[in-house]
């Protein structure tokens, strides 16, 4: 069951083709799957970026930042998970908005694929703007490219695209008067905060994925619970897409802090 | 060369940015400079390697030398004028540093974000591969970093030029990233000059110039021992020790004295979260210059953080059930059933591996509740020091207090041919401990959790310093056996507290120096083996035998 049909590292990113047909075939844009390489992972909420009925695969962008992501890090294609539970979480609203700007950064530069995609067919115009420190570390660009109109690009040193961030990118299409009708934002806390506060003054309606701590993933433990709007929302089940505008950032960075010593102490009885 | 021949020659002098400075014959321009408290900034020199001036970020001018010389590798010569800094200097190491970042995955380092990047993000991401600081282990001790600081790079002009060697994490207690290398060769030097291992050595050529092993073997299948050294001097987080390199700053650094072999190595202890996070050596190498073993090294934060450990007193209720309880308790319960039995039925299994204070109030029990019936156990040997004894006196034994319970074997438990009772004071559970004629089960420290002192190979008795938090309700083994000593209330019994136990072993040293040593190839610590609570310790010893056929430390 789920076994690995590819594997390959773009610079900490790991790409993994997981086996897992019934979620290829009811996994629809913006929802995530929560994996487990082995009995004893953390569960880690995972968003699916790209699915194949006729192979009965899913595609996943891993970060590895912890133990349970280094178990999945070093896995072979050949080898199975050991749970890959999904689809989670409510679907992204595709609907024909105008233009829409997608920003990732990133696990988010695959993220933002799917949702890329479904756009593009309701008719809308697609400006997908991702971010890296270097120009080779983005990943998943000819996809992107084929259902974006423009694709555009920030890294940290200048050397592809503009140097600076997703917002930088995005406050020169608004500055030149580009007008965009909805955005969304998948990446990092820093990077979701940082874009949301470029769309706030234009009053662009954004959407952000959250990517807090999950256990179970359907609305039971609690664990992934965010204030949005003054509202205590469950990320897997109310979201993972909430209003940017409306997220208590501060709260959220906290709880993702919350099991940092159990994080690192875990490192000292490890061993491959 | 002669004394009054060397003072002679230390009255030399020369002049750095314009004030007079007196050097020994063979200083450095370098060396010169930081006696005199004048900071040249350096990446491949430290005070207590061999120089090579391959960083080339110590250059100075020295008047009448065309172009600059690095003050690592240059003597000093009566007479000389040297300036330590300039604009042209400033600017030229800005170069420098540049062009060893245009290698080094530098983009936070001179992002203007960072700051608030490395607050939120930084905690949770521990990364395999590294590609900037708020993913790097060794952020906040980088030396790149403080140089960044120091000359105010703002920007890279250069393309950065991502290395792309593998990430190297198959060995027992190491990672390295050579793509944050930016080849000083302090490890290289380390290893070679002050341990005389060279486990390590450049290989590869031009671009491709690493760091590695011959062959590129794994390092436990080389000459490495894992004494981490080349990790302490590296100015980059390219090696790491995998159990303790996430923590970023420790709350306290505490130096104490490593006690799970005789050699009683210096160790500062790393504490976090009230908890033992890594151990290593004086930041000064040139000080100890001798490699660690990786016991003391790797060992200590799994060997002791393990969730397994006895928290909580429990004993024994008239029902038979083991129940937790307070130490008031707990210590009633064991003085209660111990007054029923005559000394002579009771004896105690003291450890080598504790420290001299616990040993002296374990003894004391034993000499005033036990007749001296106090034993140790060595490889399965068993020891008794002061006294004339053998194993004989086993078959009237009727309880046995415990401080090693995991080494007494089934075939020495058989000699005890009346046991009825057993009170184990230990750190982890034992097979031992589900017997049902335990009647109490204390929890102890380890010694990185108690104060006191050790007495080590050679007769030097050594400082032992509380360095983290003993988990739940343990206390020291001195504290628990002082604890039923006075429970038993005879007025022979008058160890106290720490201070009294120290001054009755000043008094009678013969107590600790008759204690069996733990000689340096032991792979236990209290009677467990260290493997079995250190996965990775059980890989090195695997694949060292399978390598070499035998263990060193």
């Given at each position: 069951?789920?076994e690995?049909i590819?594997k390959s590292e773009?610079?900490?990113?790991?790409?993994?083709v997981?086996?897992?047909?019934e979620?290829?075939s009811s996994?629809?844009?913006?929802q995530f799957?929560?994996?487990?390489?082995?009995e004893?992972?953390e569960?880690?909420p995972?968003?699916v970026?790209?699915?194949?009925?006729?192979?009965?695969?899913?595609t996943?962008?891993?970060l590895?930042l912890?133990i349970s992501?280094?178990?999945?890090?070093?896995?072979?294609?050949?080898?199975s998970l050991?749970?890959?539970?999904?689809?989670l979480?409510?679907?992204?609203?595709?609907?024909?908005y105008g233009?829409?700007?997608?920003g990732?950064?990133?696990y988010?530069i695959g993220?933002?694929y799917?949702?890329?995609k479904?756009c593009k067919e309701?008719g809308n115009?697609?400006?997908?703007?991702?971010?890296a420190r270097?120009?080779?570390m983005?990943?998943?660009e000819?996809?992107?490219?084929a259902?974006s109109?423009?694709?555009?690009y920030?890294?940290?040193?200048g050397s592809?695209g503009?140097k600076?961030k997703?917002e930088?990118v995005m406050?020169?299409?608004?500055?030149?008067?580009?007008?965009?009708?909805?955005a969304?934002?998948?990446g990092?806390?820093q990077?979701?905060?940082?874009?949301?506060?470029a769309?706030?003054?234009?009053?662009i309606p954004?959407k952000?994925?959250?990517n807090?701590i999950?256990l179970?993933?359907t609305?039971m433990?609690?664990?992934c619970r965010?204030?949005?709007g003054?509202e205590?929302?469950f990320?897997c089940?109310?979201g993972?897409?909430?209003?940017?505008?409306?997220?208590?950032?501060?709260?959220?960075?906290q709880?993702?802090?919350?099991?940092?010593?159990?994080e690192?102490i875990v490192?000292?009885s490890y061993?491959? | 060369?002669e004394?009054?021949?060397r003072?002679n020659l230390?009255?030399?002098?020369m002049?750095i940015n314009g004030?007079s400075a007196?050097?020994s014959?063979?200083d450095?321009i370098?060396e010169?400079?930081?006696k005199?408290?004048?900071y040249?900034?350096?990446?491949?020199a430290?005070a207590?390697l061999?120089s090579?001036?391959?960083?080339?970020l110590?250059?100075?001018k020295v008047?009448?030398?065309?172009?600059y010389?690095t003050?690592?590798?240059?003597?000093?010569t009566?007479d000389?004028?040297v300036?330590?800094?300039?604009?042209e200097?400033?600017?030229?190491r800005r170069?420098?540093?540049?062009?060893?970042?245009?290698e080094?995955?530098?983009a936070?380092?001179?992002c203007?974000i960072?700051e608030?990047?490395e607050?939120?993000?930084a905690?949770?991401s521990?990364a395999?591969r590294?590609?900037g600081?708020?993913m790097?282990?060794?952020r906040?001790?980088?030396?790149?970093?403080?140089?960044v600081?120091?000359?105010?790079?703002?920007e890279?002009?250069?393309?950065?030029?991502?290395k792309d060697f593998p990430l190297?994490r198959?060995?027992?207690f190491?990672?390295?990233?050579y793509?944050?290398?930016?080849l000083?060769?302090?490890?290289?030097?380390?290893?070679?000059?002050?341990?005389g291992?060279s486990?390590i050595?450049?290989i590869?050529r031009?671009?491709?110039?690493?760091?590695g092993?011959?062959f590129e073997?794994?390092?436990v299948?080389?000459?490495?021992v894992?004494?981490?050294?080349c990790v302490?001097?590296c100015?980059?987080g390219?090696?790491?020790?995998?159990g303790?390199?996430w923590?970023?700053?420790p709350?306290?650094?505490?130096?104490?004295t490593?006690i799970?072999c005789e050699q009683?190595?210096?160790?500062?202890i790393?504490t976090?979260?009230?908890?033992?996070?890594?151990a290593?050596p004086?930041?000064?190498?040139?000080v100890?210059?001798?490699e660690y073993?990786?016991?003391?090294r790797c060992c200590?934060?799994a060997?002791?953080?393990?969730p397994?450990?006895?928290?909580?007193?429990?004993?024994?209720?008239?029902?038979?059930?083991?129940i937790?309880?307070?130490?008031?308790?707990?210590?009633?319960h064991v003085a209660d059933?111990v007054?029923?039995?005559?000394p002579k039925?009771i004896?105690?299994l003291s450890s080598?591996h504790l420290?001299d204070?616990?040993?002296?109030?374990?003894?004391?029990?034993a000499?005033v509740?036990?007749?001296s019936n106090?034993?140790?156990?060595a490889d399965k040997?068993?020891?008794?020091?002061?006294?004339?004894r053998?194993?004989?006196i086993?078959?009237?034994?009727?309880?046995l207090?415990?401080?090693?319970a995991n080494?007494?074997?089934n075939?020495t438990?058989e000699?005890f041919?009346s046991?009825e009772n057993i009170?184990i004071?230990d750190i982890y559970?034992?097979p031992?401990?589900?017997?049902?004629?335990?009647?109490?089960?204390l929890p102890?420290?380890?010694?990185?959790?108690m104060?006191?002192?050790k007495?080590?190979?050679e007769?030097?008795r050594k400082?032992i310093t509380?360095?983290?938090e003993?988990p739940?309700?343990a206390?020291?083994d001195?504290?628990?056996?002082t604890?039923i000593?006075?429970?038993l209330?005879s007025p022979d019994?008058?160890?106290?507290?720490?201070r009294t136990?120290?001054n009755?072993i000043q008094?009678?040293p013969?107590?600790?120096a008759a204690?069996?040593?733990?000689p340096k190839?032991?792979?236990t610590y209290r009677?467990?083996p260290?493997?079995?609570?250190?996965?990775?310790?059980?890989?090195f010893?695997?694949r060292?035998?399978?390598?070499?056929g035998e263990?060193?430390?």
């Open positions: 069951m789920f690995l590819e773009i610079f900490n990113v790991h790409k993994m997981i086996k897992a047909p979620i290829a996994i629809k844009p913006g799957v929560i994996i487990m390489g082995n004893y992972s569960r880690i995972i968003t970026s790209d699915w194949n009925t006729d192979t009965g695969t899913i996943l962008y891993v590895e912890g992501t280094l178990e999945l890090a070093r896995m072979k294609v050949g080898d050991y749970a890959v539970t999904g689809p979480g409510v679907p992204s609203e595709i609907k024909n233009t829409v700007v997608l990732g950064g990133c988010g993220g933002i799917p949702i890329a479904a309701a115009k697609i400006i997908s703007i991702i971010e270097y120009s080779s983005f990943y998943h000819k996809e992107l490219h259902v109109d423009q694709v555009l920030a890294t940290s040193d592809k503009k600076g997703v930088d406050g020169e299409l608004l500055e030149a008067g580009v007008k965009i009708d909805q969304f934002f998948m990092c806390t990077m979701l905060e940082r874009c949301s506060e769309t706030r003054p234009y009053a954004t952000v994925a959250l807090s999950m179970d993933g609305g433990c609690g664990a965010v204030s949005v003054g205590t929302k990320a089940v109310d993972p897409e909430f209003d940017g505008h409306k997220v208590d950032w501060k709260g959220l960075n709880r993702k802090s919350a099991y940092t010593e159990q690192t490192y000292q061993s491959h | 060369m004394l009054a021949e003072k230390a009255t030399e002098t002049v004030k007196s050097f014959p063979g450095t370098l010169v400079a930081r005199s408290g004048i040249i900034p350096t990446l491949c430290r207590d061999p090579t001036g391959s960083c080339r110590c250059i100075v008047e009448g030398v065309r172009g010389v003050s690592c590798t240059t003597p000093a009566p000389m004028v300036t330590t800094n300039s604009d200097i400033e600017k030229l170069g420098i540093l540049e062009l060893i970042l245009s080094h995955p530098s936070c380092l001179v203007p960072r608030t990047c607050q939120f993000s905690p949770s521990k395999g590294v590609t600081c708020n790097c282990p060794n906040n001790i980088c030396e790149l970093r403080q140089l600081e120091y000359l105010g790079l703002k890279i002009r250069y393309p950065f030029l991502y190297e198959d060995d027992p190491m990672d390295r990233d793509n944050l290398c930016i000083c060769g302090r490890c290289i030097r380390i290893c070679e000059e002050n341990l291992l486990a050595s450049f590869r031009g671009h491709d110039t690493k760091v092993t011959s073997k794994l390092h299948d080389g000459s490495c894992f004494c981490m050294h302490d001097v100015p980059t390219a090696l790491s020790v995998r303790s390199k923590y970023g700053y709350d306290s650094e505490t130096p104490t490593c799970l009683g190595c210096e160790l500062v790393d976090k979260w009230n908890k033992v996070m890594g290593h004086i930041r000064d190498m040139s100890g210059k001798r073993c990786v016991k003391g200590l934060p060997l002791f953080n393990n397994d450990r006895l928290r909580y007193p429990a004993i024994r209720r008239d029902d038979g059930k083991i937790y309880t307070d130490w008031d308790n707990a210590i009633r059933i007054s029923h039995y005559s039925e004896a105690v080598r420290t204070e616990s040993i002296y109030a374990l003894n004391e029990f000499r509740y036990a007749e106090i034993f140790y156990l040997e068993i020891i008794f020091p002061n006294i004339e053998s194993d004989e086993f078959k009237d034994i009727k309880i207090y415990l401080a090693e080494s007494l074997t075939e438990i000699k041919g046991l009170i004071q559970p034992s031992l401990s589900s017997s049902n004629k335990v009647c109490a089960v102890a420290t380890v010694f990185t959790e104060n006191g002192t007495s080590c190979a007769n030097r400082p509380k360095a983290a003993p739940g309700n206390i020291p001195w504290e628990i056996a604890k000593g006075n429970a209330d019994f008058k160890t106290k507290d720490l136990i120290q009755h008094m009678h013969w107590t600790i204690v069996p040593m733990v190839d032991s792979l009677g467990f260290i493997s079995d609570f250190v996965p990775d310790f059980k890989v010893i695997e060292r035998l399978e390598s070499k263990i060193h430390f």
